[in-house]
């Protein structure tokens, strides 16, 4: 595998569901980002990770949780989501220097969530 | 609050025409601008990144420039080819607080070539 990988790549699941949405990058990198893309609306970034510590939580609703074991692996556990989180979710992952500096994001092919 | 506008949001052109792209954005204290491609259904490929201290870069058929004091970026595509056809994302990244970048991206434009 090379690159940035996610599964499942389609989910469906009702309202009362758990699950999990995994993200693994193969690039070496060290920060991991989870963005969602919903219909006629940009890009959002939900969570950021540097270092396995969760840097950033762009007021992102507590039905998802997210967790980074090591530098490679992300995911995004899910539970008691609405129709309205139905959207394509996107994992990423860049460089991170602690002392500053600005990389570029490689994306993964995303995972479509649909929310009955 | 960083915001990012892509004109136009839809183009479709002949194949073989010249073709511009436009991003704009609001806070000029960017560290780089980075433009994606978007195949339907599918995750993003980068394109090009433009470091702040750049003017442009160029990757084959592509040429990216980058204004910040204008607050703006166009992504010049020559000989369009049907294989283009897609949605062309760009977004500006800037420090959101302690070692943090963000990303804010435009709700791009859907590119459509006709053989």
């Known amino acids: 595998e090379t690159g940035v990988t996610q599964t499942p790549r389609h989910l469906v699941m009702g309202m009362t569901n758990k699950k999990s949405l995994k993200c693994e990058q193969h690039?070496?990198?060290?920060?991991m980002y989870w963005y969602k893309q919903s219909a006629k609306k940009p890009l959002e970034l939900m969570f950021v990770?540097?270092?396995?510590?969760?840097?950033e939580n762009n007021s992102v609703p507590s039905r998802f949780s997210p967790e980074c074991p090591n530098s490679s692996h992300l995911f995004l556990h899910l539970h008691t989501l609405q129709p309205e989180d139905s959207a394509l979710y996107l994992c990423?992952?860049?460089?991170?220097?602690?002392?500053?500096?600005?990389?570029?994001?490689?994306f993964g092919p995303g995972t479509r969530l649909t929310v009955t | 609050k960083q915001e990012v506008t892509q004109i136009p949001a839809a183009l479709s052109v002949p194949e073989g025409e010249n073709l511009v792209l436009n991003c704009s954005f609001t806070?000029?204290?960017?560290?780089?601008l980075q433009w994606f491609r978007q195949d339907p259904g599918k995750g993003l490929t980068s394109l090009l990144l433009?470091?702040?201290?750049?003017r442009e870069q160029t990757s084959g058929r592509l040429n990216a420039s980058l204004d910040k004091s204008s607050g703006r970026s166009t992504l010049y595509i020559a000989a369009s080819q049907p294989g283009d056809s897609a949605t062309y994302l760009c977004?500006?990244?800037?420090?959101?607080?302690?070692?943090?970048?963000?990303?804010?991206f435009g709700k791009g434009t859907l590119l459509t070539v006709n053989p």
């Open positions: 990423a992952s860049s460089h991170f220097l602690s002392g500053g500096g600005a990389y570029e994001q490689y």
């Open positions: 690039l070496g990198h060290n920060a």
């Open positions: 990770y540097n270092f396995k510590e969760q840097t």
């Open positions: 806070d000029s204290a960017i560290y780089n």
């Open positions: 433009i470091q702040s201290s750049q």
């Open positions: 977004a500006a990244q800037r420090r959101s607080g302690g070692s943090n970048y963000k990303l804010t």
